[in-house]
């Protein structure tokens, strides 16, 4: 069965789907994995990080998004045509085993989902709303991408900054998560407070069988150099007295303009500049999280 992953940070512009896009690839292209990026962002940045914005216009004329899905999930529709494996475009890239489920810049309707909601717990007597939300965030994701997880050997999905249903709903379905941040100190607050949500959301889903999802690393993203290197050197120091050691990635992302000018290739930058400092940092990142992935299964495997 597939390992899945989910990149979360309440913060917008940390580099979630950058480490999203490069990680898939490096996996696909360097390590023979298999692997499926679920684009759950309604910015569609890791989409268009993959395929073209024309491409991505075909996909949506024909519905083939992840928009799809979920408006089955949330009005059930027995004429429905399409299954996931439809929808999931491979080989993106031009790389084997490197697949994109397209996200959508409308993903869902918030007032459907609560009326339907509230229509179940209606129908449903002795059972309280609450109890049919909890449920339904528990399951959304983890139901649909069911008939898929054994195809790959990772699924990541690349949350929305915040801490909407959709990125709950990742993570509820994930084994592991990844935190991409900058070492600033709000953003040490924001992983603090993340951890606070996750931890209340395993409380809260308890007795079900899934949340065990673990944190499997911070990684940051560093500047090079100048007075804001020094200075991030300074509150990394902070950080590693703040987290465990196996909490953090060694190797940090640097701050470099090829990552940045790769999104207007629509290609992760790992394919579009491959010596560039970054992709040497994304691809050493990639090796150390297999390293993490398999310490965890082993331990894991020890405990049962
Ligand atoms: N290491 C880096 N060096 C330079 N620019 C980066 C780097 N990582 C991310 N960026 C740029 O920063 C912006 C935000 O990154 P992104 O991955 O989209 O963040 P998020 O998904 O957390 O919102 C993007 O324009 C991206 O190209
Ligand atoms: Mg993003």
Known sequence: MGTIISTVNMKGGVGKTTLTVNLATAL????????????????????????????????????????????????????????????????????DGLELLPGDIE??????VSEMLHNKAVEATGKDFEKVWD???????????????????FIIM????????LTRSGIAASNYYLLPARPEPLSIVGIQLLERRIANLKKHHENTEVLNIKLLGIAFILSAGGLMGRYYKQV???????????????????MDVNVAKAVDLFTPVLLAMPNSSGSKAFLKLTEEFLTKIKVNE???????
């Open 107 to 112: 993903l869902y309707d918030e007032y459907l």
């Open 236 to 254: 990394m120091k902070r950080v590693r007295d703040d987290f465990a050691p196996d909490q953090l990635f060694n190797q940090s992302i640097p």
């Open 28 to 95: 696909a292209k360097y390590h023979n994995k298999r692997v499926l990026v679920l684009d759950l962002d309604s910015q569609i940045s890791a989409t268009l990080s993959l395929i073209s914005p024309h491409e991505f216009a075909k996909f949506r004329k024909k519905r083939r998004t992840l928009s799809y899905l979920l408006d089955n999930a949330i009005t059930p529709n027995p004429w429905k045509k399409l299954a996931i494996q439809d929808l999931i475009c491979p080989g993106v890239c031009n790389i």
């Open 158 to 165: 690349d949350c929305a900054p915040g801490y909407n249903l």
């Open 298 to 304: 082993q331990q894991l495997a020890s405990a049962n």
């Open 135 to 153: 449920n339904f965030e528990r399951i959304l994701i983890k139901d649909l991408i069911k008939p898929i997880v054994h195809d790959y050997d």
